[in-house]
């Protein structure tokens, strides 16, 4: 993830269009070219993993099923609407998660309060580093 940052940032107080609201940090390359570098991974259910969305797991952020690629999110609380059967998305599919945080929340939960304009955040978080064990 060199070069990637946390960009987005969603709250129940700024997401006014949206039945089923959640609590999320997004992050990722968000490069349209970077994207297309690599090819979208097969999609694995909350059904199939048992990996639900509660406070701190990270998910793969995706629009189809199998279209996840480089963008990710880590959820805010507990997030059921965004496993398998959920309303977040109309494919009832949900999110791949696959982690959780195991340290430094308290910093997602600052990202998460940072000025945004249309759930953007107005200055992006750069990440200098993350570890996967």
């Known amino acids: 993830f ?3 940052g946390f960009y987005r940032t969603v709250r129940k107080n700024n997401q006014p ?3 089923f609201k959640i609590e999320v940090i997004q ?3 968000f490069s349209d070219e970077e ?3 690599h090819p979208g991974i097969r999609h694995e259910t909350t059904q199939e993993t048992g990996i639900k969305h509660l406070d701190g797991t990270i998910s793969m952020a ?3 099923p199998g279209t996840a690629s480089t963008e990710f999110f880590i959820c805010i609380g507990n997030q059921p ?6 309303k977040r998305n109309a494919d009832g599919q949900g ?3 696959f982690g959780k945080v195991i340290k430094g929340m308290d910093v997602v939960r600052k990202i998460q309060q940072l000025p945004d304009e249309n759930q953007y955040l107005k200055e992006p978080v750069r990440i200098i580093s993350m570890n996967i064990r």
């Open 17 to 19: 269009n949206n039945n």
């Open 62 to 64: 995706r629009n189809e």
């Open 2 to 4: 060199k070069n990637a």
């Open 95 to 97: 999110f791949a998660a």
């Open 35 to 37: 994207i297309k570098k």
């Open 81 to 86: 609407e965004l496993d398998f059967g959920g």
């Open 27 to 29: 992050g990722g390359l």
